[in-house]
């Protein structure tokens, strides 16, 4: 088991939602752990309200990273 990718639990979606209050409950979380020196990955679903490409969507997520977030 020592080369095995395990699922976890995580409280990360919790505390995003206590950090910004405008997407408490809105979020999910899952993690999962990798047996690796140095790994980072972000597994990002989301159900929009109206058709977006990829290239919006990531404008919209870069557009937002340079404000409040």
Do not use: H, Q
């Not at 752990?33 to 597994?43: A, F, G, K, L, Y």
């Amino acid at each position: 088991a020592s080369f095995n990718i395990i699922p976890s639990s995580t409280g990360a979606a919790k505390a995003v939602g206590k950090v910004l209050p405008e997407l408490n409950g809105k979020l999910t979380g899952m993690s999962f752990r990798v047996p690796t020196v140095d790994v980072s990955v972000v597994d990002l679903t989301v159900r929009l309200a109206k058709s977006a490409t990829y290239d919006e969507v990531k404008a919209a997520i870069k557009e937002e990273s340079e404000g409040k977030l």
